[in-house]
């Protein structure tokens, strides 16, 4: 992990964008404006959630809010204790394009042990170690323990310090992988992709979908079977992509959304696969060949010609985030930035950020899998340090991939000068 510098938030490889820094434990007021710009955004932020009205705990916890012209909100967020030296946050515009336009930085939080090694004479009095000691123990015994977050993998699946949601929990084993490589017709004439609008022949023959490899599309609720610990997801990777395209080849499962169903307090173990090829498909012209999708007729953008969903290589890295929902912000974000690669229980060495599974051939869950363990509820400690019981029905939540955001398309000098790509 990179140096913090002493009385400064930033750090070697920070985006331009704003740092927010903030200790964990701390109530933070987050002011948005927007100004008289044509079109709407929506700020969202990942591992934080807020209620819609501050003042009503009836209203529900968001973890994004639209924005129109010239409107400004203010929202409360109580930022989480992990025991971590430093957890970094992503608060964005929940859209691609936004995400390209820049409009992304970080929310930086202190754990206590980095608060005591930085020098107290660089920091305002009502942020020093002595002060911020005394105010968190401010009706507590001086010998009040620490919580237990730490960066254990399962520790947010423990409520109330006991085990009955983490003993019980639910098995979700996804696969990343590509509409084609499951009709097998990937490089070949005809290439069968994904098909969003028929009567306006809408397609993308290199789309990339999320699959739950151990449950069929349109087979709803949550059986005995899911909500007990069992070896029927130990399957290789090559394993699982023969199953899955025989399923296809069948008719038994449709090419569809992914929809992942828990209740209130459901602890969830998340296997993810990445069954993508290690080089996907370039812009619309590659080594002098034609690659791109219908959608190129329908949708403009003045900088890169007619655009589409191919025209930037997509990366063969994935993750997968689910908004709000309580895990290890350090290591199962499943979200590329920060510092957030840091793995204090493997000697402190580096890890893929956000558990991103790189392409491989290999069955190793070190390298073509990972998996995350979340909890259908809000994560709050006691004064004794120990996980508050707070299940919530949070309803539909989206769930997203940040591989890779920014690409170059091959054919574009101008995105390089007049050097070329490198």
């Known amino acids: ?33 927007q100004g008289a710009q044509e079109a709407q955004h929506v700020f969202a932020m990942t591992d934080s959630s807020w209620l819609r009205e501050p003042d009503n705990h009836r209203s529900g916890y968001v973890s994004a809010q639209p ?9 409360n967020i109580k930022v989480s204790p992990r025991l971590s030296p430093v957890v970094d946050q992503l608060y964005m515009g929940s859209s691609v394009d936004q995400l390209w336009d820049g409009m992304w930085g970080i929310m930086r939080s202190y754990g206590r042990e980095e608060v005591s090694e930085l020098d107290s004479n660089t920091r305002p009095p009502s942020t020093r170690k002595g002060v911020a000691q005394l105010f968190e123990m401010r009706g507590h015994p001086a010998t009040s323990p620490q919580p237990k977050m730490g960066n254990a993998k399962y520790a947010v699946c423990f409520p109330d ?24 017709t990937c490089d070949k004439p005809g290439m069968n992709g994904l098909q969003y609008n028929q009567r306006l022949m809408l397609e993308d023959p290199n789309a990339i979908i999320f699959v ?4 069929l599309p349109g087979d709803f609720g949550i059986d005995k079977k899911e909500l007990r610990l069992n070896d029927s997801n130990n399957d290789s990777n090559e394993e699982v992509l023969k199953r899955l395209r ?15 169903r828990a209740p209130a307090g459901a602890c969830m173990e998340v296997r993810l696969r990445n069954h993508l090829p290690e080089f996907l498909p370039d812009g619309p012209v590659v080594n002098g060949k034609g690659n791109y999708s219908s959608l190129q007729r329908q949708l403009y953008v003045d900088d890169f010609g007619w655009f589409n969903y ?21 290591q199962e974000d499943g979200a590329n930035f920060g510092l957030n690669g840091n793995d204090p229980d493997n000697n402190g060495k580096m890890k893929p950020l956000g558990n991103l599974v790189a392409a491989c051939k290999s069955d190793s869950e070190s390298k073509c899998a990972a998996t995350s363990v979340w909890w259908a509820g809000r994560y709050e400690v006691n004064e004794n340090g120990v996980q508050k019981n707070l299940p919530i029905e949070f309803g539909a939540l989206p769930l997203v991939s940040f591989g890779d955001v920014i690409k170059h398309p091959a054919w574009c000098n101008r995105c390089f000068g007049d050097r070329g790509p490198g």
């Not at 739950?212 to 449950?215: A, C, K, L, P, S």
């Not at 994935?318 to 908004?323: D, H």
């Open 1 to 33: 992990m990179p140096t913090q510098v002493p009385g400064a938030w930033r750090v070697m490889g920070d985006p331009a964008t704003p740092v927010l820094p903030v200790y964990e434990g701390e109530q933070v007021q987050l002011r948005l404006i």
């Open 67 to 75: 924005l129109g012209i010239s409107e400004h909100f203010e929202f």
């Open 161 to 184: 310090g006991k085990a009955d949601a983490y003993s019980s929990r639910l098995q979700f084993d996804i696969s990343a992988v590509r509409v084609c490589d499951l009709t097998e």
């Open 212 to 215: 739950r490899n151990d449950r």
């Open 246 to 260: 025989k399923e296809v080849k069948s008719g038994q499962r449709r090419i569809e959304p992914m929809v992942l």
């Open 310 to 330: 191919n025209q930037f290589r997509m990366s063969s890295s994935i993750g997968l985030s689910a908004p709000m929902l309580a895990r290890n912000s350090v």
